[in-house]
């Protein structure tokens, strides 16, 4: 089945504790991507990469790190996490070719 | 600065109810979204407009494009309870980089 996989689902950590949100694909896509959500803001761009070892800042970037080391990964790194990172964080993935996005099924992360 | 605008941001309807959701952008992209999502869940494609003039339908969901006038508009046509949901546009800007509206919480009320 095709999917975008991100573990964990729910994460409740502590502030500066360091901190990894892996996201996977399994449809061989370029394109991945992350997203915060936060209630009255929408879904704002964290990240995205065109390819592997090629990557580029959303809108808010601060205090996230993201590699592409692979394909198929795409993982999300909080290095010194803090309360206002509290969110609903998605990863996605698409193609050029591909006409849609695929999205995971979110991880929510309270940052305490 | 690319903005994606949708309105209203809520919107409160009585069953069996036409409204249409707007949804304007600020550069040039012929390649919008539209997606729903229930509380707690993940984000659902809806429609996927890859043109200019572009109408897509899905029951009593309709979506068309207008890529001159960088807008796009999700019309419901007799709303039932069952379309209660938040909806979000988003415009694909080039290689990954899909840029959301702030979303429209629909509410169908009988």
């Known amino acids: 089945e095709a999917q975008v996989t991100q573990n964990p689902r729910y994460l409740i950590t502590v502030t500066g504790k360091k901190l990894t949100v892996t996201c996977s694909q399994n449809?061989?896509?370029?394109?991945m991507s992350w997203y915060r959500q936060d209630p009255g803001l929408g879904l704002r761009q964290i990240y995205y990469s065109m390819n592997v070892e090629v990557t580029d800042k959303g809108d808010v970037p601060e205090g996230y790190k993201v590699s592409r080391k692979e394909k198929r990964n795409f993982p999300l790194i909080l290095e010194s996490p803090s309360p206002n990172q509290t969110s609903l964080y998605f990863c996605a993935s698409s193609s050029w070719s591909d006409y849609g996005y695929t999205f995971g099924s979110g991880t929510r992360l309270t940052v305490v | 600065e690319l903005k994606v605008e949708q309105n209203p941001l809520f919107l409160s309807m009585q069953e069996g109810k036409n409204y249409t959701i707007y949804c304007n952008y600020s550069t040039t992209s012929d390649r919008l979204y539209w997606y729903r999502q229930d509380p707690g869940k993940s984000l659902e494609s809806l429609f996927v407009?890859?043109?200019?003039?572009a109408v897509k339908q899905e029951g009593r969901l309709m979506a068309s494009l207008d890529t001159k006038a960088r807008l796009s508009t999700l019309h419901i046509t007799a709303a039932v309870h069952d379309l209660s949901a938040t909806y979000f546009c988003?415009?694909?800007?080039?290689?990954?980089?899909?840029?959301f509206g702030k979303g429209t919480k629909l509410s169908v009320k009988p």
């Open positions: 988003a415009v694909d800007i080039s290689q990954g980089n899909l840029i």
């Open positions: 449809m061989n896509h370029e394109y």
């Open positions: 407009l890859l043109s200019n003039g």
